[in-house]
Every structure is written in structure tokens, then in C-alpha cells.
DNA sequence: CACTTAATAT
DNA sequence: AATATTAAGT
């Protein structure tokens, strides 16, 4: 009895304590008249230029209701498709010297840019990793392989910075990737007796000799769900496959783990399959006896 | 134009 | 080896 009221006495504490808290934060905030408009440029252009950082895109009134507006309709977008993907930032921060400018307002991110110096700059190449390669397939399944280009692609994955040429490049491999899963696994229905040799454990897919059901799961997910995937070091001992996929066939157990997210299987609910290419790698998995 | 593909460069 | 770039064709 006396448990239940000390019970809500500490929650209740609790309450008050959050509420003090954010009052104070709230205190140690800036005044309206302290704030500088959003449209206004936070280094004057001069100032920008005198020490060779991009000068910042002018912002318009219209343009920043434009980038709330699609910033909104982005996140509505992925509430729709029950996903969480945060918007991605390829850098850690736009560094001023020679990085891509990544505003999403104002002149497109076109052409070849310069920081007011009149010298043409180079983005860093930019790296595949384990968490942009997933949201690229993730996306492609989406659209379906068909309508998946790369300028489409570009604009859904939703990534500060990518341009399509990096995504044009990186579809060209998916594409071939693809197309050698394809083949391997024709050849296994017309030719069983094939021998799979090198191919298990070469880095470069399993074998012919799979199941052609997908693995039965404890659960039919909703939408796309996660599935296991390799955690670790990139390029550590497991092998990763052509498209940086992690092989089952060279994966050593001490390697595997359960990652929601980091890699490219997903239960496609439309088409009620496998996502593309991922297939045999889960079959892979699962022949290889990982469990979960 | 944007897209594909192959070849080549970094 | 992975990514970018280029060239040529649709």
C-alpha cells in the first residue's frame, strides 16, 4: 500500500524534475532577438572569401519553406514504408576546403564548383560502406530493378552529397552483380551435377547447390526487416563479396552477429521474396547453420 | 538530356 | 580492389 504511493511520489518527483530541467534549458536558450533569420547568411560573403570557404547559397524565405516542406514529406515518405532511416550525411560535416556542397536549396548541386577562388574542387571518392550500400538496395527495392536509375536512385536514398554519377558508377556493379547471382543459379538448375569448387569460397557467391525457398522465419515481417548480417571489421578475415557483401562460404563464425540494418537482406513484401540478389546469400547463411 | 555499357584511369 | 571517368550508343 504505502509501496504504491511512493511509487507515484518518485514519478510524480520525477515529472517535476524533467519539467525543472527543461526549464532551465530553456532559460539558457537565446532570445528571439538574439537569433539570426535562417535566411540569412551565417558568414558574411566577404569573410568567406577572404579565407576561401564556400560562400554559403543564398536562402530565401521561399527556399527554406521549400526544405521543410520536403524535409517533411521525406519523413512522411519513410513512415509510409515503415522504415527509419535518419537523413544520411556522407561527410562528418561539410569541411570548407574542398568537399561538395551540400545544401539542398538553391542551384542545384550541378557543375563544376568553385570556392570563389576560381579553382575547380574534387570531392573526396566517396566509400561504399556497409550503411550506404544498404540503403542503395534498400531503394532498389523500392522501385523495383526497373525504374530503379540512378538519378532516382540519387534522389531516394536521400543522401547529402551523393551525386548521380557516384550512383551510376555503384549501379553499374550492382548490375553485374545481378547478373552473375543470375547465372549462377541457371546453371545449377540445368547443369546439378556441376561441381561448385571455387565458387563457395572464393569471395564471389556460394555455390549452385541451394534451396530455392526462401528460409522459413519465425516471422513473416511486416515490411522490410532486417536480417542477419556480418559484424566487425570491414575488411576483416569473413570475405566480402563483389558488391561488398559479406560470403557466407569464407564468413568465420567468431565474425557473424546480429545487426538490424548493416547489410543488404531484406524481406521484400511486396513481391513476397527475397530482396534481389540476396537470396542465395541467405541461403548461404543458413545452409552455413547461422542461427537466428 | 538521362541512361546504359564497356573500357580505361586513378 | 574499389571507385571514377570517359566514350559511344540508345
Redesign the pocket.
Known sequence: MCKHKKQRLSAMEAQTQIAIKMHELEMGLPSLDDLAPLTQSLIPPQLALAFGINPEPSRTPIDLNKAVHESYSSICHREENHSFEPPLRLLPRPDCSKTKRVESSGPKEGGGEDNGTGRAI????????PQ??QRFVDVIERLGIGK???????EMMNVEGL???????????Y??YLKRMEGLSNESHSNPRQVPSLMDCD?FGPGPMLVQQPPPLHCNPPSLVPMPTVVGPLSGPYG?????FPVAGSASPGYCGLESGALNMHWSRQRGAWGSGTLAYLQGWVLKGAAY
Open positions: 574534387k570531392r573526396p571518392r566517396l566509400v561504399w560502406t550506404l550500400h530503379a536509375v540512378p538519378k532516382t536512385i540519387m551525386t548521380r554519377e557516384n550512383v551510376a558508377s555503384h549501379l553499374q556493379k548490375r553485374l569471395g566480402l563479396g563483389p558488391m561488398g
